[in-house]
């Protein structure tokens, strides 16, 4: 049974709406030459890779469904437990749960237990359930397995990322023969740094497909307290943090367009009580707003277990609710800027010439105003999206984040952070944890940096500084 | 000046009320003061008549917003909501939800707090300003782009990972400082290190790098020129003229998170067990007090309002083309 | 040995992987205590000429060649630090725009005194001396006071005359002015010009003036070159060059000039837009946009040769041929010009518009800037009528209220017998089909976003798909653009293309009064004479009338019938064009004629002294008579009121009032 969650839903409409404007865009030049920019930025084009595999992963992880347990008498019955696509993908890394903790890698279990063998009990750290299971000598065989495995993999990871080169090579080649079209790709002559992009592509695909051939027999980042594989639990963090970061500002930006244009475009009172809601919201400490109203949201879905068939359906609308207080916090700085530039635009002579010629108000914050802001829209929205992840992390470390049972960075962190202070310490969940949420991040710190350079008038100065020929000579 | 001072003050009422008003609202949109009774007494098994008296106790025996029963202007004042917020405006907090005077919680951690948020805010503001003015000094070279990387890199770094790993390296496996805890006097210094370190350490990256923007949109200005055709040197350039132009909107920007140092930040303290605001903050959270939250709330708008004036000022002070009116 | 020498300068500037050759190859000197113009139309690398020079280039830019000689010796091969004692010291410079010129939160005698620390080493009493001299030397009044303001305090003006101060205050040999007078108004640039060369007379410094004005050229240089796409193309003396300029582009730049004499007429103007300096070149630069051009002007670059009288670069003078035939007179196209006076079509009653001051603790209304301040005159039918003043004076907002774009404060507006003040939007709609407006910046008025079809189908409502198709393509034919540019943006087109496309947009609801306002003060010379041929021909083709809000005196000689002069809010003279140009009644009106730069020579002037004071605070009486060199006891304490000096003409003056023998001069 397909099962569409909330966030799901506003998943597929952000990615159509995205779709669409790239369609939409793409046959006007106004609108695609800042984009043909970013396409032109080294970093911004690297970052997008990563970005594109973080996103299909997420995206994989939005198509949810329960699977069918049984039939009785023709009905179908369904487990209560929602799946998505990538669950079944990964469904060996899910499964695969141990007991406790395991490091990285490891054939046995991180600590000593007393086993009965025999009559006799002994204290032995155990073999793992799964971890190394088809071994018969860890201690010998262990390593050259492990580098056997990852070899193949890696050379399948090549063979299909040779294909993929071969096949944008071919689509670049254009009346040239097919080494020329591959040497200038190579040679990065094109206008879009096609070899960086594939070189960083070659790179993922040398981490990633190791990675997943080896998780299917051992816990490429350990195991938690619960025994739960920790790359499991890093990859599935992946959605809850592209939700966070996406869905907010979906939430937010009709608040934030709607409301800046109108106080600045039309003024008056108006004008006034905009301010005022605005300078209220953000004279409440943000971290206690989005405290009381998660309090607020977790007693009523208490109050309610009725309203939820599953607890995936809980968690999500949590996160939805998350989503939308981050949001109700983060709009008055974009709502103030809108509002500034409307009140600039105003003053235009474009728009002067407009209400010139009658043209209605309506018009006039369509046509004119609007396009003219999204620039600065999307600066903002792009900018905002690591700071959303990383603030995640933060509220659900307080206790005020994502549902407990969701996985998420934050979760990952706040059920780790005790265990740096064991003895030996088990510091993989934290490393998982920082890894790829640091890649993500960056990454998406990177790319909002060529997007902000590429429509910003501002910052597009050259700022190479080429000394006189025959300076200090 | 004084002028705009007291519109500005007068301005302040409207909207300490609104955000009082939304406070009630959020916490009563679903929870009824039964319920706040019931959490606090224990929630199983507890007779109406407990309930009632802690109702009693507590000043939540009304209605909320609105008194249907009264006339006039009791319609509005004889309510939990009237009663509850005019005191503050008087700044007197009363007691927790668990009986203490919640005054008194705020004047003995405010110390603590501020022990960590001032030094944090300076050295912070010091660091970034430095690393920047070198990268802008340094422009379009090698260390300008390295240090932008740099920040990038360490902006990408959630702060919770800075206090983990600061916890881990400093305390835990070279044993410099104590892990965590508190002392008050000078006793606290060897407490307090640590979290300053990690909190002008987690800044630095975005700090610095925004910065470098300001610094670098003000080299483009022509006024720039104009200092550099007089044959000066480009430190003093820099130093002189970029440097004070470029302060005004990086201290006044800066300027309105002044008052709030004194909210201290809720994860460090946390982390670093220091008996602050921000802890207590945090606490009254997880235990729903509302009386506290509902205080901290309203200290924090009032201090934010506060730091609007202060920009305002500031900005006086700062640039001598503006003059308030 | 000249004082300064560029030898073969080229300079190039990186723009998005574009090279763009700003400097190709320039050489001149300049000598001791000369004023040398380097004459240029915008975007022809002679800013960065004299950046150059400084060794001041923005990031982007670079000297890839040549070498710059000052008394000698050479200043590329300068450390960087060696430049330093250069700079201020041996070569000062100011630049356009005063404004952003001067460090804002710095003192004026701060300022100043950091180029005394640098090169001159006084002691502080001689310093603090040194600096209240410098200002006197200026010009600037109360100089011990006003050296402890910040520049913000100072007007444009006196802003220059600050930057002035500072670039002579080590004594320079050289003083490079950028432009020095493009961003004032006229009589304000011709205190400063005035300035500049009482202050060269007495120091004897050279001057490298940059320029775009043959006016101010003819006034300060004595020695002069012209620059195109990065090359000098022609340099003579002064004398010789107004005598007879040689290069068909130095002609061309005559020929494009408005003016009173060429009232009748067609301007004369150059085809084409300049070329892009990011592309190559082969042949003469000129070659495409000349009349004269033949093949091997496009094949090989031209060399220096000899015009008797000046150097130039242009293959009609090589082995002493005589240059370009003379120019055959374009086709001065008789332009109808119907003396019959028509039929009123918009008349303005005692138009007010104030702007709220707000004060104190509750913002209360503590006053008014009267920006309009009881304004009336009327135009009619297929006439213009041409508004004069400074900036700040109200013309701009004037021409807002009067398309009731801004409401009036008080007055009428009567267009074509309608009352036109206090409509509903709906109603409004209607009565001012007939009215449209065309701006001062051609960048500003059109939206970025929109295809240049979707802008003009904007006013056409009503209009059928069919219909609006043929009427698109006939307005872009009748302002001169080919058909495809409707479904281009606007960031394609040039600034004198876009200003076609603005008036395309305003002739596409039929209008018969189009406000004009400054629609050509942000382009250049030879663009503007096609600006003005073609509002010019659309008034005869279609009896529009104009109202034309300009400072620009050599526009409104040029294609006005009547003149309105507008001072802080008033209007103080105001007549047929014939009378108020060559019989200016007000003393405002005749230093504003005075202090327009005349290609004739320079000629001795009543200057308007002093600033335009604040329109907030205007002075009482006649707000002119702070300024006035004929002021009487009665213009301190009344405003004059309007007399009649002939059948159309008439003045706000005292010194033509009925209570008072006045006589003007």
Known sequence: ?473 | MIAYLIRRLLYAVPILVGVNLLTFALFFVVNTPDDMARIQLGIKRVTPDAIHNWKVAHGYDKPLFFNPGESGSNFFTDTIFFEKSVPMFRFEFGRSDDGRDIAQEIESRAGPSLEIALPVFLIGMMTNVSFALMMAFFRATLVDVWGVVMCVAAMSISGLFYIIGGQFLVAKLWHWVPISGFEAGASSLKFVILPVVIGVASGLGSGARWYRTIFLEEIGRDYVRTAKAKGISEIRVLFHHVLRNGLIPILTGAVVVIPSLFMGSLIMESFFGIPGLGSYTLDAINSQDFAIVRSMVFIGSVLYIIGLMLTDISYTLADPRIRLQ | MSLLELENLRTFLENNGNIVRAVDGVSFSVEKGETFALLGESGCGKSMTSLSVMRLLPDAGRIVDGDIFFQGSSLLSLPEKGMRDIRGKKIGIIFQEPGLSLNPVLRVRDQIGEVLDRHAHLDREARNKRIVELLDQVGIPDPELRAEDYPFQFSGGMKQRVMIAMALAAEPDVLIADEPTTALDVTIQAQILELLRSLQKKLGMAILLITHDLGVVSEMASRVAVMYAGEIVETASRDAFFARPAHPYSRKLFASLPGREKRGEMLDMIRGVVPPLSREFSGCRFAERCDHAFDLCREVSPIWHDSGGSLVRCHLYADGRPGPVEERKVVAEPVPRPDMPGEILLSVRDLSVHFPIRKGLFKRVAGHVAAVDGVSFSIAEGKTLALVGESGCGKTTLGKAILQLLAPTSGSVNYDGKEITGLGRRSLKKARQGLQIIFQDPYASLNPRMRIREIMEEGMQGMGAGDRNAHILELLEEVGLSEDAQYRYPHEFSGGQRQRIAIARALAVNPRLIVCDEPTSALDVSVQAQILNLLKRLQADHGLSFLFITHNISVVEYLAHEVAVMYLGRIVEKGRAEDVLTAPAHPYTQALLAAVPSIAGRTPRAMARFDLPSPADPPAGCHYHLRCPHSMPQCETRYPEPTRLGESHEVRCHLYGNDTAGTGD
């Open chain 1, 1 to 473: 049974m397909v099962v569409i969650l909330w966030t799901d839903g506003l998943v597929f409409l952000l990615s159509g709406l995205i779709l669409a404007f790239a369609v939409y865009a793409s046959r006007r030049p106004h609108l695609s030459l800042p984009w043909r920019r970013v396409g032109q930025s080294r970093s911004g084009m690297i970052s997008a890779v990563i970005l594109i595999c973080f996103v299909s992963i997420g995206l994989l992880d939005s198509f949810h469904f329960r699977p069918q347990i049984a039939i009785d008498k023709g009905k179908p019955i369904y487990s209560v437990e929602v799946l998505s696509a990538f669950d079944f993908l990964v469904e060996t890394m899910r499964n695969h749960t141990e007991r406790t903790y395991s490091s990285p890698f490891s054939a046995y279990a991180f600590s000593r237990e007393t086993v009965a063998s025999d009559g006799v009990q002994s204290r032995i750290y155990p073999r793992l359930r799964y971890g190394g299971a088809d071994l018969a000598d860890p201690g010998r065989e262990r390593i050259p397995d492990i580098l056997k495995r990852s070899l193949v993999a890696a050379l399948e990871g090549i063979g299909v990322w040779a294909l993929l080169a071969a096949i944008l090579v071919f689509r670049h080649s254009g009346g040239k023969s097919f080494p020329d079209a591959a040497s200038s790709i190579f040679r990065g002559e094109t206008e879009i740094p096609w070899n960086a992009m594939l070189g960083t592509l070659l790179a993922i695909f040398l981490i990633a497909f190791p990675a997943f051939a080896l998780s299917s027999h051992y816990h490429v980042f350990g195991t938690d307290k619960v025994g739960q594989d920790v790359f499991y639990l890093a990859l599935k963090s992946i959605r809850t943090g592209l939700v966070i970061g996406t869905l907010t500002t979906l939430v937010m930006l009709p608040f934030a367009i709607f409301l800046g244009i109108m106080a600045g475009y039309l003024g008056g009172w108006l004008d006034d009580v905009i301010q005022y809601l605005y300078t209220m919201l953000n004279s409440i400490p943000a971290v206690l707003l989005i405290a009381a109203s998660v309090l607020m949201m977790q007693v009523y879905i208490d109050a309610h277990p009725a309203l939820f068939e599953t607890m995936a359906e809980r968690a999500d609308l949590r996160l939805l609710f998350l989503c939308m207080i981050l949001g109700m916090t983060s709009w008055t700085g974009l709502c103030r800027l809108l509002r500034g530039e409307a009140l600039k635009l105003r003053e235009m002579e474009y728009i002067l010439a407009a209400q010139a010629f009658g043209v209605s108000r309506l018009r006039i914050v369509t046509r004119h105003i609007l396009p003219n802001v999204m620039h600065i829209v999307l600066i903002s929205v792009v900018m905002e999206f690591s700071s959303l992840v990383l603030a995640e992390a933060v509220l659900s470390y307080v206790g005020v984040g994502v549902d407990p049972s969701m996985i998420s960075f934050g979760t990952m962190i706040n059920s780790a952070r005790l265990e740096m202070a064991r003895e030996p310490m088990v510091w993989w969940p934290l490393a998982a944890a920082f890894v790829f949420m640091f890649a993500m991040v960056l990454s998406a710190n990177l790319f909002a940096d060529a997007v902000r350079d590429a429509f910003d008038p501002r910052t597009r100065v050259a700022s190479r500084r080429i000394p006189p020929v025959k300076d200090e000579a």
